[in-house]
């Protein structure tokens, strides 16, 4: 695992300031433990309510060691690059960030022990003090209401998030305050809340201010708060997915099915019961799917934007909580979220300067977006509200288990999961224990996160997280031509054309060349996927197929060596976690092993498998490949490297003939609607 460095200075800096003294923590641990774990009611976590109490405690002290009394606001060191404040100049709206982002951390804890300290530091104290900040104008927190023309921004992010807070522990947060202060505050977050917003989950923001002031008594746009209500509800696509305008991500469960869930438990069966029916039922119906996206130790996958958001990822568990509905299986609910928390917890490189870095499991440049800073990172905090629910609910008290694990994927092998309405597959792969989905990507341009390796992987695997791309053509998990001199594009613009026979069916263009297309073929195999996929240009180009990446790890070689059977040769690497085999079927003239710096969210270096060719103006070429995975130290077959007997094809259609008997035609058919 790579050490991420912000440079000597900030270095010296951590070392002589963190952790602080002041709030006589100690010396901190490196990573999380979880100390005295319950084996008996968690036998693979050992995680209980108690522990997930300590968790939300070791992130909370990392944050307060920027605080060294009632009027230091949240404030945090930036990480190098692409995120806020680019100027370093520390920002009220970063200050916001960190402000209502840390408080879904504290909630709980404030909730259990009203009197909770770090330091000496009341933590009730102080957030009702820096609250109150955010309306005082002479306060460097300050935040002025919207201006009449004013619109939509992170501002209104940061109160949505609060007024989730103040919903939750108004005896903590509201109710000690003056009927000024409150006043004030009321004015200002109805503000933003009567005010635009933009049409994705952004809309809850709205509704959480809306609702909250609305239960204190205070006058709101009731049409509006309806208008959003119904709009949300419009973007559910089925088995638990929302679409976010226009993609479909975790926004879905962060975002629309959290806040939908809350919505409904605090304010839906007073203001609108049939709503709130609706959220509880959609929240219902993501059990038959998304529990399946995690892999069997709970962790998962690195896929879409905001990634540093991580585990807050898996808040609709605890949730579910709310529902007390025997049908499900809390134990592997509670398995999942625990087991996600600790993904990261564990990871040395989480946490840097005492604080989460912007990153997946550590700093990470490629995965950041612009609208980040630090202190965003603790969206991840939200994970936390899960302990909302109370500790005698099914969700803490059931044993956890495997769910899916322990009998339906074994028997499988390999288990495909549809959601026809999100056209998104999942993948459950019983060898390596991983999870892997395939989903919507269609983006003509580049923004800061549109078209780029957050949407555009053929897959996403949870024991591979996603590599960028090279400007080199150093490419994994998706298809890359050279458009010109030395320049590469992947692709980013898919369409879904189906889902037959275990076969996940797309046609692809290439974004700067609507004249290069390609009919997609994904046909999931028990360790791995059989590509077979159809090129067409009007030229002669050069194009590259990468397999997943593997990290270099600090203390060992990546072994490269290949296996050899009748025509077919498989290329094969190993990081001593996991191997990598790659074998050509068809049309490929070369395997490439090649050595990639700097764009690994794992380790600094790494290796892909890239096969290569060039396409034969006008004319449609076939490309098969067979790419395969094993753990490290598996000995492979030649029926796993090698399982195909025979490949036919005839215009359109594909006929392939496995060795175990099965047998599985594929028609390759463009739509030409791109």
């Not at 530091?121 to 820096?130: E, F, P, S």
């Not at 492979?636 to 215009?651: G, S």
């Amino acid at each position: 695992m790579k050490k991420y460095m912000f440079g000597f200075m900030s270095c010296f800096i951590f070392i002589v300031s963190y952790p602080m003294d002041m709030f006589g923590q100690g010396t901190r641990d490196a990573v999380f433990k979880v100390k005295n774990p319950d084996l008996n009611l968690s036998p693979y976590t050992g995680m209980n309510r108690q522990h997930w109490l300590d968790a939300a405690e070791y992130l909370l002290k990392g944050a307060f060691s920027y605080v060294s009394n009632l009027d230091s606001p949240m404030e945090f060191p930036k990480q190098p690059g692409r995120s806020y404040p680019r100027d370093g100049v520390h920002t009220e709206t970063e200050r916001l960030e960190g402000l209502c982002r840390t408080l879904f951390i504290a909630l709980p804890l404030m909730k259990e022990n009203p009197d909770y300290e770090i330091g000496g530091l009341k933590i009730a104290d102080y957030y009702r003090h820096q609250i109150t900040q955010l309306v005082n104008p002479n306060s460097t927190s300050f935040i002025p209401p919207l201006p009449q023309k004013g619109g939509p921004s992170q501002k209104l992010v940061e109160f949505g998030g609060l007024a989730v807070s103040l919903m939750a522990a108004p005896e903590i947060l509201w109710d000690p305050l003056s009927q000024e202060k409150k006043d004030t505050l009321a004015h200002t977050l109805l503000s933003y809340g009567n005010g635009p917003t933009i049409d994705m989950n952004w809309r809850f923001f709205n509704v959480m201010i809306l609702s909250f002031f609305k239960s204190k008594g205070y006058s709101i746009r009731e049409d509006y708060l309806k208008e959003l209500l119904e709009k949300c509800l419009s973007d559910y696509k089925g088995n638990g997915w929302y679409n976010d305008q226009p993609y479909y991500d975790y926004y879905s469960m962060w975002g629309y099915q959290m806040y939908g869930t809350l919505w409904a438990t605090y304010y839906g069966d007073e203001l609108y019961p049939d709503y709130a029916k609706k959220f509880r039922t959609h929240l219902r119906e993501m059990v038959g799917h998304y529990p399946y996206m995690f892999s069997k130790d709970g962790e998962m996958i690195m896929w879409g934007r905001s990634i540093a958001y991580r585990m807050g990822a898996a808040v609709p568990f605890p949730l579910m909580g709310f529902l007390e509905d025997q049908s499900i299986n809390y134990g592997w609910m509670r398995r999942i979220a625990s087991g996600t928390l600790l993904q990261f917890l564990k990871q040395p490189d989480f946490l840097s300067e005492g604080i989460p870095t912007l990153g997946f499991y550590g700093a990470f440049e490629p995965a950041v977006q612009e609208y980040s800073c630090r202190g965003s990172a603790f969206w991840l905090g939200k994970i936390f509200l899960g302990l909302l629910i109370p500790d005698d609910n099914i969700f803490w008290t059931a044993n956890e288990n495997l769910g899916a694990w322990e009998s339906e994927i074994p028997k499988a092998k390999v288990l495909n999961k549809l959601a026809p309405g999100a056209e998104i597959l999942i993948t459950d792969y019983a060898g390596i224990g991983a999870s892997e989905i395939r989903a919507w990507c269609d983006s003509k341009t580049i923004g800061y996160y549109q078209g780029t390796e957050n949407y555009n992987k053929l897959a996403y695997n949870s024991a591979f997280p996603w590599q960028a791309d090279g400007k080199n053509g150093e490419v994994s998990m998706n298809y890359m031509f050279q458009i010109g001199g030395n320049k590469w594009e992947s692709l980013r613009r898919y369409k879904f054309i189906g889902y037959q026979d275990d076969i996940y069916y797309r046609d692809a263009v290439l974004a700067s060349d609507s004249t290069i297309r390609l009919q997609l073929a994904d046909i999931i195999l028990p360790n791995g996927i059989l590509r077979v996929d159809q090129v067409y240009s009007q030229k002669s180009i050069a194009l590259r197929l990468g397999h997943y990446a593997l990290p270099q790890y600090e203390d060992r070689v990546i072994v490269e060596h290949q296996i050899k059977y009748k025509k077919w040769t498989a290329s094969i690497i190993d990081n001593g976690q996991y191997q990598l085999a790659v074998v050509p079927v068809e049309g490929w003239e070369e395997v490439e092993i090649v050595s990639a710096a700097g764009l690994n969210p794992v380790s600094e270096t790494s290796k892909v498998l890239n096969l290569k060719a060039n396409t034969i103006a006008n004319q449609k070429q076939l490309f098969a490949t067979l790419m395969l995975w094993k753990k490290s130290g598996e000995k492979w077959t030649n029926d796993e490297l090698f399982p195909i007997k025979k490949l036919n094809q005839k215009l359109n259609q594909v006929g392939i003939s496995r060795k175990n008997g099965r047998y599985q035609a594929l028609n390759l058919i463009s739509t030409d609607q791109q």
